[in-house]
């Protein structure tokens, strides 16, 4: 536990996952299908939780690979623009490219359509990984994608295995896609081995159930989990709240009950409120439900990055909000 603490106490973070670029219909409320007009701005898991990090007094790098063209250029330039640090992205040539996801700001059969054929960030080596100054840093993290494809898959364990041997701790948001892997046994195989080998589990009730074999059993799994010294885990259940299970202990934290106008973007979010709130010392009940207030400004708001709160917005959206709701 100490070693998780210290790490995300350094507040400096290496992050390995994909950047994109979001379109998202514009005004809010508009259908794509019906859409005479997208807005455009960086998207990807990881790319997020840089840009959530950064806006909430963090340092973080991402750690990935962009197709070498206009939307590769797009991705790193809007990541500069949030103030993360791309020295470890590399643009990549031939027919790979950055993912692309379509969707709009309304909660009723909400559509985002995501792009993901030969993605550019499956192409990160093993050689890319052995680059980084892990000395850098003081926490790894990954979102669960990375492990979906080679030579992905390997180099990420591979980043795993340089964190250690720097000391860092390694944070691990299960982010399970479905349509990224080439099966369901493959990916629970695979996320299982990366959460024994992470220090920081997060995830949500379908994500666990998944890697559990049933969603009733997603809980237990969470628990077993967390049953190593040293490890915390994060079981998130929506509208329910949170369990989180530290040192032998079940925290249960509730939400920040908003208007929502789209439900992608609250993970990502969350992640970044609660690895910020840990490193400016706040009690991990706290920090939970930081990270829970963030993914509720951020649903409530069009796009992902940039409806990523600022310490400020975050300080002014708990101040003004009667929740969090009861825990469940």
Known sequence: ?????????????????????????????????????????????????????????????????????????????????????????????????????????????????????????????????????????????TAGTVFAAEPSRGATFRAFENARAAGLPVIFDIDYRPYSWPSPDVAAEVLSRAGEESDLIVGNDEEFGFMAGGIEKGLDKARELAAQSGRIVIYKMGEEGAVTFSGGEEIRTGIYPVTAVKPNGAGDSFMAGLLSSMAAGYSLRDAVLRGSACASIVVSQPGCAPAMPTTPQLEDFIASHPGPSEAA
Do not use: W
């Not at 206009?70 to 993912?99: I, K, P, W």
């Open 1 to 141: 536990m100490s070693n998780l603490l210290e790490g995300i106490k350094g507040n400096r973070f290496a992050v390995f996952g994909r950047a994109g670029m979001d379109m998202f219909a514009d005004p809010i409320g508009t259908k794509s299908e019906h859409a005479e007009s997208f807005r455009a701005d960086l998207g990807g898991s990881s790319a997020n939780i840089c840009a959530g990090l950064v806006k909430l007094g963090s340092q973080a790098a991402l750690v990935t690979s962009v197709s070498d063209d206009a939307v590769g250029r797009f991705c790193v330039n809007r990541l500069q623009h949030y103030g993360v640090d791309t020295c470890y992205v590399r643009a990549v040539g031939g027919e790979a490219r950055c993912s692309l996801a379509v969707y709009e700001s309304c909660i009723e059969d909400f559509q985002n359509v995501i792009y993901r054929n030969g993605a550019a960030d499956f192409q990160v080596t093993e050689a890319d990984m052995d680059a980084v100054d892990y000395s850098a840093f003081t926490a790894l993290i």
